[in-house]
C-alpha cells in the first residue's frame, strides 16, 4: 500500500518523515502564500531526509487551482487580491481550499493508500481530517508509538533538522496568517519589509473608499500605518531614513565597499 505523509514543515511532520519516511511520500500543500523562510525550510528537510533514507523517499508540492470571480488561481494571495477579503478566524478558506482540497483531489487519484498525520501523543483531545476520502486509512503513528512533542523536538535536534524560524513564523507559514500575532507582524516590519508590504498592498486593495472596510485586523490600525508606526518605534525621529539603500558609503580600499 502506498504511503503518504501529510507534510507541513514543522516539528511532528519532519519527525514522522525521519520515523516512517522510507519508501513513503511526503506532501506539502503548497498555498503559494508561505513565507520565504518556509520555503527554504521545505527544501533543506528534502534535502536531508533523501539523504537519511538513501534515496527511498520523496517530497511532492501540491498547489490548488481555485475559481476566484470567474478566473481560475493557484495562489492564495492571488485569491485574496481578487476576492478582496481575507481569511480568518470565522471563515478559514486558506486552510479548507488551498490545503484540504488540494491534497483530497490528490487522493482520490491514487487509490487506495495510507495518509500518515502529524499529532503527537499529547494531543489526545484532537482530531485530524480524518475518513475524507473513503479509500484512504488515515492514520497517526506518532499517538500510536507514544511520541510526545518533546520526543519529537529531541528527535528532530539529533538529526539537525529543528525548525528555527523567525519570529515572525510563530503561528503558521502564511504571510498574512490571521492567527499571526502583533508582534508577529512587527517583527515583519524589520525583517521581511517586502513581505509585510505584500500584506499592506492585499489590505488595501480590500478597503472601500472610506478605508474602513477590512483590515487583516481589526485590532490593529491600517497595515500602512502599522508599519510606519513600527518603523518609528524602532529608529524614532529615524524613521524617515528607514529605506535608505541607495545611499553608498565607504570605508575605504580595506573593506572593499
Known sequence: M?????????????????????????????????HAEMYKRIDKVEKALIDFHSGDFSLIRLRASVTAKGEKVDSLTAYVNRMQFFPSGADRFCTSRFKIQPLDLFLKSIGECELLIGLNADETDREGNHGLVSHVNYRYPLQENGYTRQDCVDLLEKHDLKPDFPAYMRRGGCIFCPFKSKKEYAAM????????????????????????????????????????LEKNNLFGDLAPYYDASEEQYSCGVFCHR
Open 189 to 228: 516590519v524589520h525583517l521581511v519589509p517586502e513581505e509585510i508590504d505584500l500584506v499592506r498592498k492585499l489590505e488595501e486593495n480590500a478597503q472601500d473608499k472610506r478605508g474602513k472596510y477590512y483590515r487583516i485586523r481589526s485590532n490593529m490600525p491600517a497595515m500602512r500605518e502599522f508599519i510606519d
Open 2 to 34: 502506498k504511503r503518504f505523509i501529510a507534510f507541513s514543515g514543522g516539528v511532528e511532520s519532519t519527525a514522522m518523515c525521519l520515523l516512517y519516511g522510507k519508501g513513503a511520500t511526503a506532501v506539502f500543500t503548497d498555498t503559494g502564500s508561505e
